[in-house]
């Protein structure tokens, strides 16, 4: 005899319902109902296709579109009672899918298994999210351009081991980031394209006896094409992994941005002014203004990398096909997806509001004899020097200004002629910091009119 507790979807071939622990470690309701919207795409698809290759009638599947499309706005409009002992969101929706029609609902799970359902749901939401991930990371790139091009020609310190090495344009350190950003547009669309194929008909592992379409389904879904493989494609969640990877390398470079603006933000660097907008202040120190946002873009990095790294850990040792473990994928996701848009917003509305103090920056290219090198350079081009004695007569002068706590440039001409008696006057054009920066005009370099190039060049990328 079937106890009355048992499950109404496998009730069957159980004589007592779960333990409350067993209830409560096997649940997934409490999350994957972020899915719903997906899970009623793919059963209304379904449902479609198992009319159009007669294996239901058409009025069932009419009454179980119909239905579904109800369940869906109770759950939006928020009247829906999920309940923990059924499982999950496709339990949940087909029960109350079989409340509001009756029998025709029992006819939706012909010819699949939850295991292709939830592969197809989930893979239909980490699809959303990577094109709003698209979107995200396109805002950002729009924001760095506008910074770059008001900044072409803004010097400021370039750093190797955060020493100055050389000036640089405030436009050529924002396009790095273009770059890193573009870099992660393009796995954006290189992972969407990638699982893009449709688990829907996969069935329980092995495929289904039932004449389906998957083609169908597929072309209704979105997707490019069906899976080729069954058990592939109820098993694997590499997908999923991708996208935390995905996000995991674009949150690094959130994040060393993100710590670039605490750096330059602070007294003592005033390369930039963060906006009130994106900072706060102190509950004790009325002076403070604190670059919050920028401190948790960088600590984002944390928990995202933290999913990759989880969900890698889940899947490492899984046979085919599947495995209940599959289910503390969604977490891990729907958690990273959360705080990558956050933080790519967060950024962009940063970078949008704040204001590079040009002053500050130039007087800080100058610094840390940051033209040495063109000092080098010069004497290598002019005086027909091999560059590495030109770079040891150079650190001679370096260390000699040091040694009187001024810049090269403060240097006599005699000083100099006494260290190489080659160098003449030309030499002080070429330690001015804007000059150095218009001479780097090598393909990718700093001079305002590559970054220019590089600007248009995204713009029109971009279509901007
Ligand atoms: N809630 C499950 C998950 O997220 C759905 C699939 C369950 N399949 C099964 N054979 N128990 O993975």
Known sequence: MTDQSSNQMWGGRFAAGPDAIMEAINASIGYDQRMAAQDIAGSRAHAAMLAATGVITDNDAEAIREGLLTVLSEIESGTFQFSTALEDIHMNVEARLKDIIGEPAGRLHTGRSRNDQVATDFKLWVRDQLDAAESGILALIKALLAQAEA???????????????????WGHHMM?????????????????????????GAAALAGTSFPIDRDMTATALGFDRPAANSLD?????????????????????????????????????????????FSTGSSIMPQKKNPDAAELIRAKVGRIFGANTALMMVMKGLPLAYSKDMQEDKEQVFDAADNWMLALAAMEGMVKDMTANRVELAAAAGSGFSTATDLADWMVRVLKVPFRDAHHVTGTLVAMAEDRGCDLPDLSLADMQGVHAG??????????????????????????????????????????
Do not use: K
Not at 186 to 198: I, T
Not at 441 to 464: D, F, H
């Open 176 to 200: 790095a980031y273009v770059e890193m950003f573009g870099r992660d547009l393009s796995r954006v669309r290189d992972a969407r394209a990638r699982m893009n194929e449709s688990p829907l």
């Open 151 to 169: 900044g072409a020609d803004w010097v400021m310190p370039g750093f190797t081991h955060l020493q100055v090495a050389q000036p640089v344009t």
């Open 233 to 277: 494609a109820v098993s694997d969640r590499d997908f999923a992994l991708e996208f935390l990877s995905t996000a995991s390398i674009c949150a690094m470079h959130l994040s060393r941005f993100a710590e670039e603006l605490v750096i330059w933000s602070t007294a003592q660097f005033r390369f930039v002014t963060l906006s009130d907008r």
């Open 423 to 464: 160098i003449t006057a030309d030499i002080f054009t070429v330690l001015g910091v804007q000059n150095s920066v218009n001479s780097r005009m090598s393909y990718g370099g700093t001079a305002p009119a590559q970054v220019r190039q590089q600007v248009a060049r995204w713009s029109e990328i971009l279509g901007a």
